[in-house]
Structure formats: structure tokens, C-alpha cells
């Protein structure tokens, strides 16, 4: 009887403190962000602490300059690219890093460590995989919750951007997505289907590669829509005509653009036909009163007007 009573007590007192567990919301709440450079994955963890009317960084700081911080708080930042990249410079082979930085006034020193654990103390004394410097500037407001993320995007790299309180550090990171199109064109080539024709073309295009291939590729996706005709991968071909200075062809095929767009009814593509026929016929007529010769090879920079 006394086991069985022993037992009820312990059951109770076990029961009374599961149910007291109390959920509170995180000081620093973790955070996930996910994008892509170029082509590359990157992907960054860490936790976010707040101001909460501290001074950050300052030499009596919460983050006092000249000392070790795991940018961020909680674990170590981690941050893990899917291929190979260049940070401001210098390489970093794909996989996960520790981001470890020591701010200071004029510019902080953020350093990538192989992740091994998420214990940032454990990397103090480890030898980074690279360290780079960020110059530091105001952000001209407060910023209350520390912030990372990924900003000015282009084909082949971004910024790694790091904001807290009236800081702001920005670090270039560079991908080579050109050799990653171009091996997945070389691959493509062997079956190629109307769509593998017209992103190579269009990818040789925009990246200022051979004009000559860029139309080959792309004219030959359009023939082989046959009646299918899209009105997008036609203004393409104009946009190539008329960076090859054949202005008469290129008119030619943005009013069939034009034209498919209408019946589509995508004003947007009406529009940038339209604004690209009017600059064509001017420079064909510029052409006639000068005397240039039709059909000239003479190369000219894509312009700007009426692009997509």
C-alpha cells in the first residue's frame, strides 16, 4: 500500500512539472536565410539579437571593438554555399563555414572557419579558411534587430551585407556562373530541344558572347515552333538583328512579336516592340542619308532602350 501511494506521489509531482513548463519568446530568434548567387545555393543560419537601448559597437560596446564576435549571438553564424565561390577575392571551396568578425571603427576583419560545431568559441583559436576585411559605413538610421542578408545580385556574384544598430559592412561574393551555363549548354547540345536553342542563344545575348552563334541558336528555335511562334523568343531574335546591324530584319521580326503579343494580349511586349520598331526605322533612315551601306558589319553595343 505504501509503494502503491509512494508511486501515486511520484506520478503527480512528475505530472505538476511537465505542465508547468513555460514557453517564453527567444532573446536573439533564430533566423533562415535561403538564396541563390548566380547559380550557386547559399544558405545562412544564425540568430538575431536586438538593441534594446545598448550601444553595439563601441570600445565599452556590447560588441566592443577589437574583440572576437560570433556575429550574431547564440551558436556560431553559419553559412553554406552549394559550389565553390570567391569571397572578396578569395576562395572558399563549397560547403558549411563558421562566420566569426572582429568589428572596429572603420572596418571590421569577418572570417570563414570549416563548420564543425556550432560552439563559436571553439573556432577562437582555429585557423580560418579566409578572412577578409569590409570597410564599415552609417546606415543613417537605427537598425534595432542584427540583419544578414543577400543584396545587388548579378549573374555572377552578390553581397553578403551584415546591418546593426548604425553599421553596415558589405562583402563581395563572386560565382563563375558563366563556366556553369556553358557546360550546361556543351551537355545540351547533343538532343537539343527548341527551348535548350533559345536559352543558349538568349544566354549568349545577354552575356555579350558570339553574336553570330546567339542568332543562329535562337532563329533556329523559332523555325522549329513552326506555327507555335512565341512572341518573347521573337522579340529575342529582333533584339540580336539588331545588335548584328541588320536593322531590316530585325524590324521585321519585332512586328511579328508585336503582332503575336497583341493577340496575346501582353501590353508590355506591344510596348518594347513598339519603342524598338520606332529606334530601328530612325537608324535605318540615319543610315540611308549618310550613305552606309546596307547589310554593314559594322558592330554597335545592344542598346538600351525597350530591352527584355
Known amino acids: 500500500m505504501k509503494k502503491f501511494i509512494f508511486t501515486l506521489i511520484t506520478l503527480t509531482v512528475f505530472a505538476f512539472t511537465v505542465q508547468a513548463q513555460i514557453n517564453t519568446p527567444a532573446a536573439s530568434p533564430t533566423a533562415t536565410l535561403s538564396q541563390q548567387i548566380g547559380m550557386t545555393d547559399v544558405e545562412i543560419v544564425y540568430s538575431r539579437p536586438s538593441m534594446k537601448d545598448r550601444t553595439i559597437f563601441a570600445a565599452d560596446g556590447l560588441v566592443p571593438y577589437g574583440e572576437i564576435w560570433r556575429t550574431g549571438a547564440n551558436s556560431a553564424t553559419k553559412i553554406t554555399f552549394g559550389g565553390d565561390v570567391m569571397v572578396d577575392g578569395k576562395e572558399l571551396k563549397k560547403g ?3 562566420v566569426l568578425s572582429k568589428p572596429m571603427a572603420d572596418q571590421w576583419e569577418v572570417m570563414f572557419f570549416p563548420y564543425e560545431k556550432g560552439s563559436w568559441s571553439s573556432y577562437k583559436d582555429a585557423t580560418p579558411a579566409a578572412t577578409v576585411t569590409a570597410k564599415t559605413m552609417k546606415t543613417g538610421r537605427m537598425i534595432e534587430t542584427f540583419d544578414i542578408d543577400i543584396n545587388h545580385s548579378r549573374d555572377d556574384g552578390a553581397h553578403l551585407e551584415m546591418a546593426w544598430a548604425d553599421t553596415y559592412v558589405a562583402i563581395p ?3 563563375d556562373s558563366d563556366a556553369m551555363v556553358m557546360k550546361d549548354i556543351e551537355a545540351a547540345m547533343g538532343g537539343t530541344t527548341a527551348g535548350e536553342y533559345y536559352q543558349a542563344g538568349s544566354y549568349y545575348h545577354t552575356a555579350g558572347k558570339d553574336l553570330e552563334k546567339a542568332y543562329e541558336w535562337v532563329h533556329k528555335a523559332n523555325e522549329m515552333n513552326g506555327d507555335d511562334q512565341k ?6 531574335e529582333a533584339l540580336i538583328l539588331a545588335d548584328l546591324n541588320r536593322t531590316a530584319e530585325a524590324i521585321k521580326v519585332a512586328t511579328q512579336s508585336k503582332e503575336l503579343a497583341m493577340k496575346a494580349g501582353n501590353k508590355d511586349y506591344v510596348r518594347m516592340n513598339e519603342a524598338s520598331i520606332a529606334e530601328w526605322t530612325k537608324k535605318a533612315g540615319m543610315k ?3 550613305g552606309m ?6 558592330r554597335v553595343k545592344p542598346a538600351k532602350s525597350a530591352r527584355m
Request: net charge positive; charged share 25%; no cysteine.
Open 173 to 175: 561574393v563572386t560565382v
Open 288 to 290: 540611308g542619308s549618310t
Open 96 to 98: 558549411s563555414y563558421a
Open 231 to 236: 512572341f518573347w523568343q521573337l522579340r529575342r
Open 293 to 298: 551601306k546596307k547589310g554593314s558589319d559594322t
